[in-house]
């Protein structure tokens, strides 16, 4: 199994405590990869150079010391500055699963879930992914989310208790599939 080296299947250590076990690496989907060159390339390309010139028309304004553009601009490009290294470093330390070579019913890293709440019997579909590309609005849950660590592990049919801030609900497994693309929620959804 693809998986077994990066983090242990059906273990809420192997998940949530990764770090231990992959030295600091951060599981991510190729396109959680992708997502965050792209962010890098953005922030060094595009607004790097732009606050960059902020901060110099700020400066040709005079007196530095009572010259609130300047002092925002700087403010800015601290922010910006500490965005790229914190960027650089997840990218540095990503590890990308590669989702189509995985398979089963059984839920992994990358897995796209669908699942029926057994008491409102309505059904949603998620796909675990890295905690830095998860967007619940698109369906897309951290691996280290309460419903993630549940699901790990578990197979087609087995039927899982979620501790949620409105209290525990019952899910059941309906479906595993394992796809990269970026509309994978698309296709059932």
Known sequence: MLFQGSVRAGSVRGVAGAKDEMSDKIPMTATGKARLTEELKRLKTIERPRIVREIEEARAHGDLSENAEYKFA???????EGRIQQVEDWLARAEVIDVSRL??????FGATVTLEDVDAGKQVRYRIVGEFEADLKRGLISVTSPIARS???KSVGDEVVVQAPGGARTYEILEVSFV???DAL???A
């Open 74 to 80: 700087k403010e800015k490009q601290g922010h910006i």
């Open 103 to 108: 398979s089963g019913d059984k839920v992994l």
């Open 151 to 153: 699901l790990i592990g």
């Open 180 to 182: 990269e693309e970026e």
């Open 186 to 188: 698309a296709e059932g």
